[in-house]
């Protein structure tokens, strides 16, 4: 198994910044084999929504609605995820989740970490 466990969230307000940090602890056989390291969020009474991943192979891929304020990152050797957030809106406010999949089509979460963005 593997344990994700999320932290950074916090209330700011508009414009201001926060990092989410995602701990990846557990057996190696699942870590050595992450695919993919994904941030979902999502917000009171909408589905949740994919925002960013970071294939093995480095690439990135961003939801519109955070292209050119967020950014995933990875340190591979700590087994952390990480999601700079930038120029942040009150439309960002949700609870935002770690992902990550395997090659073995194997998929773990962290518990949320919340994100409250004021006016």
């Known amino acids: 198994q593997v344990q994700l466990v999320e932290s950074g969230g916090g209330l700011v307000q508009s414009g201001e910044s926060l990092r989410l940090s995602c701990a990846v602890s557990?057996?190696?056989?699942?870590?050595?084999?992450?695919?993919?390291r994904r941030w979902y969020r999502q917000a009171p009474e909408k589905e949740r929504e994919l925002v960013a991943r970071?294939?093995?192979?480095?690439?990135?891929i961003y939801v519109d609605a955070v292209k050119g304020r967020f950014t995933i990152s990875r340190d591979s050797a700590r087994n952390v995820v990480y999601l700079q957030m930038n120029t942040l809106k009150p439309e960002d406010t949700a609870v935002y989740y770690c992902?990550?999949?395997?090659?073995?089509?194997?998929?773990?979460w962290g518990q949320g970490t919340q994100v409250t963005v004021s006016s």
């Open positions: 557990g057996s190696a056989l699942f870590i050595n084999n992450i695919n993919e």
């Open positions: 970071i294939h093995r192979g480095g690439g990135t």
């Open positions: 992902n990550v999949a395997t090659t073995y089509g194997r998929e773990f």
